[in-house]
C-alpha cells in the first residue's frame, strides 16, 4: 500500500496548483484523507482533511482560497490552490488512514511536493 502525491510545482503570487494523492495497492477502504504542509524552518501543520463521506475541513489561513476533494473511486484525494500566497509556500504532504483488509488500519504518509510561491 502507498500513497503518491504530485502537482507542486512554482508559480507566481495569485496562481493556482491542484495537488493530488492517490492511495494504491492492497486498499480495502480510503477513510480520511488529509493534506499537510511545512514552511522552511517551521512545523507540519494541517491545512485540510475530507472523509470519506465528503465531510470537510479547512484551516483558517486557506478558507475561501484551497478546496478539498476526492475522486469518485475515493482512493484519490484533491487540493486545490486558488489565489496564492507566498506565505504558501511550503512542501506538502498527503496523508490517509486506510483500511487494508476490513479490520486492520494504516496511516500512510504520501511523499512531499513543494509548492513555491513566487512575489
Known amino acids: 500500500v502507498q500513497l503518491q502525491a504530485s502537482g507542486g510545482g512554482t508559480v507566481q503570487a495569485g496562481g493556482s496548483l491542484r495537488l493530488s494523492c492517490e492511495a494504491s495497492?492492497?486498499?480495502?477502504?480510503?477513510?480520511?484523507m488529509g493534506w499537510y504542509r511545512q514552511p522552511p524552518g517551521k512545523p507540519r501543520e494541517l491545512v485540510a482533511t475530507i472523509s470519506r463521506t465528503g465531510a470537510r475541513y479547512l484551516t483558517d489561513s486557506v478558507k475561501g482560497r484551497f478546496a478539498v476533494s476526492r475522486g469518485n473511486a475515493k482512493n484519490t484525494g484533491y487540493l486545490q490552490m486558488n489565489s496564492l500566497k507566498p506565505e504558501d509556500t511550503a512542501v506538502y504532504y498527503c496523508?490517509?488512514?486506510?483500511?487494508?483488509?476490513?479490520?486492520?488500519?494504516?496511516?500512510?504518509w504520501g511523499q512531499g511536493t513543494l509548492v513555491t510561491v513566487s512575489s
Open positions: 495497492g492492497s486498499t480495502y477502504r480510503v477513510n480520511t
Open positions: 496523508n490517509a488512514d486506510i483500511n487494508i483488509d476490513g479490520n486492520n488500519n494504516l496511516g500512510l
